[in-house]
């Protein structure tokens, strides 16, 4: 139950409003966003989308979701919320809904701030809505890469690429929070949620995730 930085892994939250946006009708997946300079100049990990530009809503998640880009989350909290502030606050609101009692979040992509926190007992609470009740969109973590702008990135969790069942989630990583990673799998109708964070390096985070899901699956 102790506090952590949840650096990208906060990115679930954002796509949990996200896709909550879609279902109830607020937007479409080929509605686009424009990019302001703010979200354009963010460092970080990175869609690459170009400033000015107008961004469709599918290839901003898929941005979010394979490339964890704090660009994309950036553009989708702008152009949903209007600004980065209110969709904070729409984080907050859904978290409050889930149950997440012991998180708070301060921005769409877990940039470092102090006030921006969550639990592994929280994460794994997002993860389990999110599967349940996003399941037609829930499929975009399964994807291995997504090209934009002729870059093509791989997605960076290291369960899918074991073999084991696993189709998500996000993995995260700041110096502050150290390597982590919501996962899940399913074997035989059975499925498994695992959060890990504060590993010290990327091999850490994909040998213990990968040995704890295993685990969990048999």
């Known amino acids: 139950q102790s506090r952590m930085p949840t650096s990208s892994m906060s990115k679930v939250m954002s796509m949990y409003v996200m896709f909550d946006a879609l279902k109830q009708g607020e937007v479409k997946l080929d509605d686009s966003f424009l990019v ?8 970080g990990s990175k869609m690459f989308v170009e400033v000015d530009k107008r961004v469709k809503i599918e290839d901003l998640i898929r941005g979010v979701i ?7 989350t950036i553009v989708l909290a702008e152009g949903l919320a ?6 904070a606050d729409r984080l907050n609101a859904a978290a409050k809904e889930l149950g997440m009692e012991s998180s708070s979040f301060m921005n769409a992509s ?13 994460l794994a609470t997002l993860a389990k809505a999110l599967i349940q009740n996003f399941p037609e969109y829930y499929k975009y973590y399964a994807e291995k890469e997504f090209t934009y702008n002729a870059i093509t990135q791989q997605n960076r969790n290291p369960l899918l690429y074991k073999n084991i069942g696993a189709d998500g989630i996000k993995t995260g990583h700041t110096d502050a929070g150290g390597y982590g990673l919501i996962g899940s799998g399913v074997q035989n109708g059975r499925r498994v949620i695992v959060v890990v964070n504060g590993l010290e390096d990327e091999k850490a985070r994909a040998e213990e995730s990968g040995k704890l899901l295993e685990w969990g699956l048999s």
């Open 66 to 72: 394979i490339q964890s880009g704090n660009d994309a």
């Open 82 to 87: 209007g600004s980065e502030g209110a969709f």
């Open 110 to 122: 877990g940039w470092p701030d102090p006030d921006h926190y969550s639990t592994a007992s929280d």
């Open 36 to 43: 302001s300079e703010k979200a354009w100049r963010k460092g």
